[in-house]
């Protein structure tokens, strides 16, 4: 609605154009044919520019009735000059870079054309504007906009109409004489008056030149003359009284008959007549031949439909089919054509068509050479191509069209800037020329079409394309996995190499010391003394070895585990102690210890030896002096590790924290690799934060690293927290060393000759009765079902067939009171499953630690008994 505070006529002329209906759909195609966010209809004063209808994308905050002074705007050169301005960027026009609005209104594109009414009176204009420039040169942008400006102009005259109405009620007002001056300058309305039968009794000058009778001719007739025959078959003349007399006007809007027969569009009022006694003595109507508007209102309607579907549709042959079967009447034409060229642009076949006999038709759709004639030379010339006359052409070229009876032609190529897709083509058999506006329309559609064809090619293009790189992707994708995995193999060989060879090396060096040992106890005249250091140091090499393969199997996640639950806080104050000896007086261990406990699951020696392996660790880092932080947070996410994936779980993190030198870049990435050490030789294996990995990885955590050079290094062992409500398990009671009983009875199971006759040499000398069996069927044979007077049984865990965990299941089930010691130096099952309840003693053992084992083991069933 428009601003109240606007003049009367402008703000009439406002609401005029905002209720036509036809307005947004014209601002909508023209936002879209120029991809312009902003469009408006203005009325333009000699002092204001007025908005009427807005279409606006880009907030730009003009509503109906707002008002901007004319001279800070580009409209009023328009008015004074009647002339269209295209600006499609506003820095690279020489004319309007300078110009004071663009600047103002922040504007980098603008089109705007005049709006003329059909007097010749200067209205407004249509305008459309955007802050990114726009391609506004292409043939399609100002011709939509002037056609357009056109229909507006059109619309407007229709308002007019309310003053004839006026001039029809005065009629019944004014004296007989008044009553003709008034009617008969009326020219452009039929003013018809009647009595209550229908019979003229008046019939004015604007009648007769509308309906073509005179006066005359009329009076006394009923106005059924001018009625069609099929509304006059419903009674729509005395529907109209009827109506009239109920409601006080009757309207409507048909075709209607003139003298010579033919039809035109009329809309119509019909009113009561009264008398000076307010008595009904007859009707006026008024008739207004809206022929041309109403198809022009059709066209624009088609216009619409054009833009709307042969702009988005995924089938633009379908939408024209059905916009050339409905615009024939509209546009004057008879048939219509439209034809797909192949790939060399050397055969076209029909597509579509309109008033065409099935016979021809079918000729057209197979495949017909290109240069048949009219459409040929539009496919050749790839231009328009309008004929008028045709029928007085010479030319030889219209000679398939004269036969015909084509009388007027219009061909028109849809093409893009690069391909040429076909010919659409209009022809008329009754009239020799096309109106300028049934061209206009003509072009449009060629246009819309163009463009749809065009779309569609590229969002082909763009699916092969979409198609092409997925496959492309696909193979890259291949490629990468099959490098990928060479590259993982290379790395693990590389591993293997590394691991290997740190094996061997430090294998070697034991090997070395044990050697050169045994070499020297051959000597005969070795002082005792001499015999004695020699013997030690193939012990210590042996426990030294012992200890390399458990930190081997620690780091693949292959050590045998006790897991038990505990509370990591008093565990952490516990083991701060030991470490000061670790770590020396020079470093300062601070405890950062939450209040509330935390319960963990996990093998508390192989915890501790973590600790004590991250501490040396951090102690080297600061030489001896700094400060060492212990933290505890509780029931917190782990994080992504080294690409290993997150987890919302909950966990206990434990962080070692230093004030060391740091560690680089490129050597924080290896710090958990077995052997990988930057320490001095002799300072270390490199096996330390291996062990703290797969100790880690095994209970179903992971370790992080984190180092700033120059200020220190975190340590953060993550370990999953038990379930709620667990409680840390009662702690072992100390126990006294087993008393030894001399003539216990052993079953050694064995597979392995040279260990099995080692621990059997070394029981009988302590003074146990020993049997020793090479496979576990075995030994269930010699048990028996009473055990056979055994005592204990001790076996390998790894041997062929039944293993000595499965043995030792089977003698709970069979045996349940005799005691079963296990020995390994590695099992895949232990490690995965855990040792299930039973004694387990670690190879390379002692035979003190043999001994013990089964002393304790027989002691604790004993007890149990």
């Known amino acids: 609605m428009a601003d109240p505070s606007l003049p009367e006529p402008i703000a009439a002329d406002v609401a005029t154009i905002d209720a036509f209906d036809v307005v947004p759909t014209l601002l909508d195609t023209v936002c879209r044919v120029t991809g312009m966010g902003f469009a408006a209809i203005a009325r333009v004063t000699d002092d204001r520019w007025v908005a009427c209808s807005v279409r606006d994308e880009i907030n730009f905050g003009l509503r109906p009735g707002d008002a901007l002074k004319l001279e800070t705007t580009i409209c009023h050169e328009i008015r004074q000059h009647r002339q269209s301005v295209v600006i499609p960027d506003v820095d690279a026009d020489p004319v309007y870079a300078t110009h004071p609005t663009p600047a103002l209104y922040g504007l980098k594109s603008y089109i705007s054309v005049p709006i003329v009414l059909p007097d010749g009176r200067f209205f407004g204009t249509l305008c459309a504007i955007d802050p990114k420039p726009h391609d506004l040169t292409r043939p399609e942008i100002l011709p939509t906009f002037e056609m357009f400006a056109r229909l507006i ?56 030149n509308i309906l073509g009778w005179r006066e005359e001719d009329m009076l006394g007739s009923t106005i059924e003359r001018f009625f069609t025959p099929e509304d006059c078959a419903i009674g729509r003349p005395a529907h109209e009284m009827a109506r009239a007399l109920e409601v006080g006007h009757g309207n409507d809007e048909r075709w209607h008959l003139r003298a010579d027969g033919s039809r035109f569009w009329a809309q119509g009022e019909m009113t009561p007549l009264r008398d000076a006694d307010d008595k009904v003595i007859g009707f006026v109507k008024v008739l207004r031949d809206r022929t041309e508007e109403r198809l022009r209102e059709q066209r624009l309607d088609l216009l619409a439909r054009a833009s709307a579907g042969l702009l988005s549709s995924d089938d633009p042959d379908q939408v024209l089919q059905e916009i050339l079967s409905s615009g024939a009447e509209s546009l004057g034409y008879d048939r219509s054509y439209s034809y797909l060229l192949n790939g060399d642009c050397s055969r076209m076949r029909l597509l579509q068509s309109t008033g065409v006999d099935e016979e021809t038709r079918a000729w057209l759709a197979d495949i017909c050479p290109v240069d048949v004639p009219l459409c040929g030379l539009v496919a050749e010339q790839r231009a328009p191509l309008i004929l008028e006359h045709v029928q007085q052409s010479t030319d030889p070229r219209t000679e398939i069209s004269r036969r015909n009876g084509t009388r007027a032609y219009a061909g028109f190529p849809v093409q893009s800037d690069t391909t040429l897709y076909g010919v659409i083509s209009f022809v008329s058999r009754t009239r020799d020329r096309f109106e300028n506006e049934a061209v206009s329309f003509f072009e449009s559609f060629a246009r819309f079409l163009s463009i749809g064809r065009e779309r569609l090619d590229r969002e082909a293009a763009l699916s092969d394309l979409a198609m092409t790189l997925e496959h492309r992707i696909e193979e890259r994708t291949r490629d990468l996995m099959a490098s990928e995995e060479a590259l993982r193999h290379s790395q693990r060989m590389d591993a293997v190499g590394q691991l290997t060879g740190g094996v061997a090396h430090d294998f070697n060096n034991l090997l070395t010391v044990i050697r050169g040992s045994v070499d020297l106890l051959r000597r005969p005249d070795l002082p005792p003394e001499r015999r004695t250091r020699y013997i030690e140091a193939i012990g210590d090499t042996a426990d030294r070895a012992a200890k390399l393969t458990g930190q081997l199997l620690a780091f693949a996640r292959r050590q045998t585990l006790n897991p038990a639950a505990f509370e990591v806080g008093e565990r952490l104050r516990t083991i701060a102690d030991m470490l000061n000896s670790v770590t020396g007086k020079r470093v300062s261990i601070a405890l950062d210890l939450p209040d509330t406990p935390c319960i963990v699951r996990a093998d508390v020696s192989q915890f501790e030896t973590a600790l004590v392996n991250m501490a040396v660790n951090a102690r080297d880092a600061m030489a001896g002096d700094g400060q060492l932080t212990i933290r505890l947070a509780t029931s917190v996410p782990k994080p992504v590790i080294r690409s290993h994936a997150a987890s919302d779980s909950r966990f206990a993190a434990i962080s070692l924290i230093d004030t060391g030198a740091g560690i680089e870049a490129g050597i924080l990435e290896r710090v958990f690799e077995p052997f990988f050490t930057t320490k001095a030789v002799g300072k ?32 953060t062992l993550y370990l999953p927290e038990a379930e709620p409500g667990a409680e840390p398990e009662a702690k072992l009671r100390t126990q006294e060393p087993g008393v030894r009983k001399a003539g216990l009875s052993v079953l050694i199971v064995e597979d392995n000759e040279e260990v099995g006759s080692f621990a059997r040499e070394a ?5 146990y009765r020993t049997l020793l069996v090479c496979s576990a069927e075995d030994a269930l044979h010699r048990l028996g079902q009473d055990g056979a007077g055994f005592d204990v049984v001790f076996s390998d865990v790894i041997m062929p067939g039944m293993g000595g965990l499965e043995l030792g299941k089977r003698l709970r089930e069979t045996h349940p009171k005799l005691p079963v010691i296990l020995a390994s130096g590695y099992s895949h099952i232990l490690a995965e499953e855990g040792a299930h309840g039973f004694q387990l003693l670690q190879k390379p053992y002692s035979t003190q630690q043999l001994a013990r084992a089964i002393d304790d083991r027989f002691a604790n069933m004993s007890r149990s008994d």
Do not use: P, Y
């Open 763 to 767: 029981l009988d000398d302590l003074g």
């Open 153 to 208: 102009a059109l619309q407007l005259e229709q308002a007019g109409q309310a003053s004839a109405r006026t001039l029809a009620n005065e009629v019944t007002r004014e004296s007989e004489a008044r009553h003709r001056q008034i009617l008969d300058s009326a020219t452009d309305f039929a003013i018809i008056a009647m009595d209550c039968e229908g019979r003229v009794t008046r019939w004015n000058a604007g009648a007769e």
């Open 684 to 715: 270390g294996t490199g096996l330390g934060l291996s062990q703290v990995f797969g100790f880690a990885k095994q209970s179903g955590g992971d370790v992080d690293v984190e180092s700033v050079l120059g200020q220190g290094t975190t340590f």
